[in-house]
Structures are given as C-alpha cells and as structure tokens.
C-alpha cells in the first residue's frame, strides 16, 4: 500500500521542486540583477543517480509530480539524463521544467523525449527592449521561438511565467492578454517576492496580484476550479474564450493553506518552505539503493514538521539569499 506525505497541518505533498543547479545564465532585475556568482566552496550538485534515489523515496510517498528548477536547469549539463531519469521513476506522471527558454527552440524534441511533459517559460515583458531590460539579454523572439517549438515537440502543457512588476510592467496586461488569447496558452503573473538580496527592488516594484484580479473580474474572466496537483496560482479564464491566466500571489491571506510541494536544492537540502530558516541535508542517504528506507523515513518525519506557512507579511524572507538558490 503506497504511504502518503502529510504534514501537522494535514496538508498532503504530491509535488516536488527540485533544484538542478544554482547557475543562471540570465541577469534579472528582481533576482539576479549582478548575475550569478559561484561561491568558492560551493559543493558539487545532485548525481544522476542521487536524483534517481531522491525521487524514488518521494513518489513511494505518493508524490507524483516533479518540477525541475534552478537556477536555469537548462545549464545542467546532465538534463535529459537526468529528465530520462526521473519520468522513469515508478509512480511520476508529471514531469515539468521551469526555464529562461534558453536554447529551448533547438532542444523541445530532446526535452519531450526524455519524458518532459510541462514546462513554464519565463517572460517578464512582450516588449523586446523591456525584455532585455528586465532580463539583461536581448533574446524575447528566441524565447517566442521555443515556446512554439515546445508546442510542435508534443509537450502537452506550455505555459508562461511573468514577475509582475509595478512600474515596470504592470501595463502590459491587455498585451498578455491578447497574446494568451492568441496561442491558447496560459500564463501566470507571480507577485515579486522579497528575498535577502532585492529588498530595495521589492519595496520599489511590488504589486499585490489582487490588483491583477480585479482588472481581470472587471473583464470578465472568472475563476476556475483548482486542479489536482496544481500549484499556487489562482486561475482565470474568460468564457467563451481560449488562453488562461494565473496569479501567485504569496502575500495574499491563506495563501499558505493549499501548500502541496516540497523542494530540494540541488546540492541535496530539503527546503520544506521557500521562505524558511535552512535546509536539511538528505545526501548522505542519497549514497546507496539500500538506504531508501531510511530516507524515507526521514522524508516523512520532517514534512510532519513544515509550518503553517511563511513570514513574509512579516518582512522575513527567511534564509533565501534570492530566488536562483531553491528555484524560486
């Protein structure tokens, strides 16, 4: 009988976020906006067989969707080894990837056949000059490229994410819009979210997605049901029309409530909130098949201890340095 992953709040985990690498190659403004620097003491990531073991031990906890993360795991050089092995994994039946769009147009075939079946591409503007602002590189046609190569590659959920930006971009929502609405695709706008590096840039640029919501009740787009193993988003259609679109918004009120993902930094931490104090560093059980049980079992006793939720209403954004280290 498979066993499930609860925590003391009742909440149920079937979704795990799991870092690649902390290596972005794109600057952001609300993120990244010096670009990466490695740490000089930085450990080595997750092996391909310690990935493989990691998700085994989740999904005999019911867990059956994994999302991969950064950083941008299109740098990971073991991608589709890694996807391969995962999708493998008895019990997973969503693979999902969360990228820049790097290089994405020359490699959807590659990414579908290793089993990838979701992906999130981020695009922060529909305006190039705006994009290359936001982002430090002048690339939006080639993220666009890849977006509509996903699509012909088979990859049966394609969806994109936009930080949502007062000042910045917050006026392009009837371009996003009419673009979604265009390609019959979905996209999420994600409040900025401040972390230890962007307070600053958080104090100057944030927007509370219920601002977003009224525009959109206003429109007449209406909420829809939550899916089964969905994540955070509140989402919106409009009836009669194609294309949806989502809000995260984590300063909102319960926002917390629905939790149901985990997340695991490349290097092998259990982050059992984006937004807590420190990771617990399950490698030394990743080393051997038969240690599964154990890391199972250590799995469970720490979910059972995630808290009701985050402290970012109250200004505290934890240990998280920004939104590269866990995947955001």
């Known amino acids: 009988m498979q066993q499930s992953l609860e925590d003391g709040q009742g909440r149920r985990f079937e979704y795990l976020r799991l870092s690649l690498t902390d290596v972005c190659n794109f600057r952001c403004s609300y993120c990244l906006p010096d670009g990466y620097r490695k740490p000089a003491d930085a450990p080595a990531n997750l092996s391909v067989d310690e990935i493989r073991r990691l998700v ?39 693979l999902a990837m969360t990228t820049n769009g790097y290089r994405l147009a020359e490699r959807a075939e590659d990414y579908a056949a290793a089993g990838i079946n979701a992906l999130n591409v981020s695009v922060d503007s529909l305006d190039p000059a705006r994009f290359a602002a936001i982002t430090g590189h002048d690339r939006l046609s080639e993220v666009l490229d890849g977006i509509a190569a996903a ?6 959920t394609v969806k994109l994410n936009s930080v949502l930006m007062s000042g910045i971009n917050d006026h392009e929502l009837e371009g996003f819009i009419a ?12 409040e900025v979210m401040r972390t230890n590096d962007n307070t600053a840039f958080f104090e100057r640029h944030h927007l509370a997605g219920a601002e977003i919501a009224d525009r959109l009740d206003a429109m007449g787009w209406q909420r829809l049901a939550r899916e089964q193993g969905a994540g955070p988003a509140v989402v919106y259609a409009q009836p009669g029309r194609p294309g949806q679109i989502g809000i995260i918004a984590p300063y909102s009120k319960d926002f917390c409530a629905s939790c149901n993902r985990l997340r695991v930094s490349a290097q092998g931490k259990l982050h059992l909130c984006l937004f807590g104090d420190y990771g617990i560093d399950l490698r030394p059980l990743l080393q051997a098949d038969d240690q599964q049980d154990e890391l199972i079992s250590r799995i469970a006793a720490l979910t059972a201890t995630k808290t009701p939720g985050h402290r970012l209403r109250q200004g505290n954004s934890g240990a998280t340095p920004h939104l590269a280290s866990i995947g955001g």
Do not use: C, M
């Open 151 to 156: 699509r012909a590659a088979g990859i049966g």
């Open 56 to 94: 085994t031990a989740f999904a005999t906890l019911g867990l059956w969707k994994v999302r991969l993360t950064g950083g941008e795991p299109s740098l990971r050089r073991e991608l589709i080894d890694i996807a391969a092995a995962v999708s493998r994994v008895p019990g997973i039946r969503r």
């Open 179 to 190: 673009f979604v609405q265009r390609h019959d695709l979905s996209l999420r706008f994600i």
